[in-house]
């Protein structure tokens, strides 16, 4: 029985949570993209090894993972507008917190933990309210709010570095702390969808649907862990996460390390930033297109990005480290465009929001152990190049448990066509009897 709509008053209203996601992606995921560029000065600071530096990065993105179990769970209890909010006020007090610079681990509780608790909480019922507002364009709705992420790190590169030049990377965290605070009004943007009864469809103009969970079934499922696919998908998200954020880490230490000017690392991750664009943007429609499905199209993806991140350490000038890192950039832009909507081939739409936070949850393993593993080979062979082999060995190994996922997916889904026709077979039989 379809419910009737007490939610948003027409399908319109779904570019405007787009756009409104659109400003998260790039307040949370372009912020965390460029902590290549306090890097050095945190490590020069502190006096400390690659390594231990790296744990700032590290905590931050075990925080953001960590924290997706809770931010859905609260997004099921509450609505995804107050646990946004609330990211938006923990990614401020954090970066307000890291400006007073009294210790090395005052630096992993603020920038780590309260910056990564607010992405967390700010990234993921974003990207449950788009999922949920779209049924037929969703990986092209999803592509477009990512990008925020791509359009905000290319103006956030050089206005990094040009804040850490005038007002050293303490104001420069203050800074992106104030910007931060525009979450709040994301949050505010984000009109929670509503249902009378127990369905969790609503109908919408323009041949799409906004889907919500159901009050009865608004609850955290953990039952999805007993599915063998869903447990193979998250060992993909263990050890994609390991390589997934090595690089965007070492790439502006890397071009240091070659004696390049000091922009030209910002304007290589620019140009990654706007090869991340055109990759998401590319994905998503390929996407919609259906000419592959979802999950054969990450296992390609994710394979050449390895093999790319495999061969990066070669270049040793401008131009052959900027193609690397463009080519890197679009098909980074590429995985990150199907990784999550892939979750609801596995789990279905109404398990999306358990699957999105446990799928985060078990990623945070891979994200905490990759970048301080990539610290600790650069520290032992005193070569960056051995963070990007690591980040391609990962990400190759990763791409297998995906076609694994997609064998299982597909053999349960010819078992169920088989039944299906057999109990067809049958009533036909007993109504000709």
Partial sequence: MKSRRTGPPGGVYGWVVVTSAFFVMGLTGAVLKNYGHFFLDIQSHFGVLTST???????TIAMFHIGAPAASAL??????????????????????LVSLDLSLPWLYLTMGVLEGAGFSFSWVPAVSMVSHYFTKWRPIAYALASSGECVFAVVFSPLFKWLIDIYSWRGALLIIGGLQLNLCVCGMLMRPLETNHTTSQIDRPGGDAAETP???????QCSLMRKPEFLLYILFA???AAGFFVPTLFLVPFADSLGMDQYW???????LAVADLAGRLFCGWLTSMRLLRNLQLLTIVTSLLGVVLLLLPISYNHWALMGF?????????????IHVTSIVDIVSLEGF???????????????????PAGGWLVDQN??????????????????????????LIQRKNSGDHQTVHQQTGNALRDAAA
């Avoid at 530096?53 to 905590?59: A, G, P, Y």
């Avoid at 997004?75 to 307000?96: A, D, E, H, N, P």
């Avoid at 890192?325 to 465009?337: I, K, R, T």
């Avoid at 929001?353 to 393993?365: H, P, T, V």
């Fill in 53 to 59: 530096t790296s744990w700032v990065t590290s905590t």
């Fill in 382 to 407: 005193k070569d960056y190049s051995s963070a990007f082999y690591l980040s391609g060995f990962c990400l190759i190994s990763s791409a297998v448990f995906v076609v694994l996922v997609d064998c």
């Fill in 238 to 240: 263990i050890l994609a």
């Fill in 353 to 371: 929001d358990s699957g999105l936070g446990l799928f985060m949850l078990f990623r945070s393993i891979g994200g905490f152990i990759g970048p």
């Fill in 265 to 271: 690392p910002a304007s290589i991750l620019s140009g």
């Fill in 214 to 220: 159901s009050k009865t079934n608004a609850t955290f």
């Fill in 75 to 96: 997004s099921l209890r509450f609505s995804q507008r107050v646990v946004i909010i609330v990211g938006g006020l923990l990614c401020t007090t954090g970066m307000v």
């Fill in 325 to 337: 890192s463009l080519l890197y950039g679009f098909l980074f832009g590429c995985m990150v465009a």
